[in-house]
T-cell receptor, first 115, second 110 residues
Framework: ETGVTQTPRHLVMGMTNKKSLKCEQHLGHNAMYWYKQSAKKPLELMFVYNFKEQTENNSVPSRFSPECPNSSHLFLHLHTLQPEDSALYLC??????????????FGPGTRLLVL | GQNIDQPTEMTATEGAIVQINCTYQTSGFNGLFWYQQHAGEAPTFLSY????GLEEKGRFSSFLSRSKGYSYLLLKELQMKDSASYLC???????????FGKGTKLSVIP
């Protein structure tokens, strides 16, 4: 399944570094999401974009900065992260078709380690 | 608030049947999803329930009782490749966003 792709797949960074995660969806969807997945914790929704507009920011620290230049691309810019930010970062997209079933399709994730 | 509860781990034998339960308390309800996630991979969609009852899809079935805030995922004829985490997620009313449980790690043994 290559509907949603993410790069890089693995990233190691120091606390003073700046890096960006990229997500691209080839499904023609209009909504995109960033999630954080830490060990033994549920998937945590971070940001939601509908038609390129940010509609949700779930109290995410400002060291995480999303960008959505178009409906197919989503970025997560990282700066001055903390070791507790080490996690799997998942991107997802959904059609935003207005029906009952708004299934989200996930990318493979970026495994981030902050040293 | 939103609360979704599912067992942390389960073990079952190849060829057997296993039921993974999920209970939820959410402010509103517009459907429940089950996802499968193999280690190091993306969650993949398994099933969606919005009405009470059983939805069958091959070896996998999902059940919902809205009055009880309860769902289960039933896996039949277990195969080794079914070893994965199974995530229960609820879509709250008036929202298309999902709230996920912590996931149930299923280990299938020979």
């Amino acid at each position: 399944e290559t509907g949603v792709t993410q790069t890089p797949r693995h990233l190691v960074m120091g606390m003073t570094n700046k890096k960006s995660l990229k997500c691209e969806q080839h499904l023609g969807h209009n909504a995109m999401y960033w999630y954080k997945q830490s060990a033994k914790k549920p998937l945590e929704l971070m940001f939601v974009y509908n038609f390129k507009e940010q509609t949700e920011n779930n109290s995410v620290p400002s060291r995480f900065s999303p960008e959505c230049p178009n409906s197919s691309h989503l970025f997560l810019h990282l700066h001055t992260l903390q070791p507790e930010d080490s996690a799997l970062y998942l991107c997802a997209s959904s059609p935003l078709g207005g029906g009952d079933q708004e299934t989200q399709y996930f990318g493979p994730g970026t495994r981030l380690l902050v040293l | 608030g939103q609360n979704i509860d599912q067992p942390t781990e389960m073990t079952a034998t190849e060829g057997a049947i296993v039921q993974i339960n999920c209970t939820y308390q959410t402010s509103g309800f517009n459907g429940l999803f089950w996802y499968q996630q193999h280690a190091g991979e993306a969650p993949t969609f398994l099933s969606y329930n919005v009405l009470d009852g059983l939805e069958e899809k091959g070896r996998f079935s999902s059940f919902l009782s809205r009055s009880k805030g309860y769902s289960y995922l039933l896996l039949k004829e277990l195969q080794m490749k079914d070893s994965a985490s199974y995530l229960c997620a609820v879509n709250g009313a008036g929202s298309y966003q999902l709230t996920f449980g912590k996931g149930t790690k299923l280990s299938v043994i020979p």
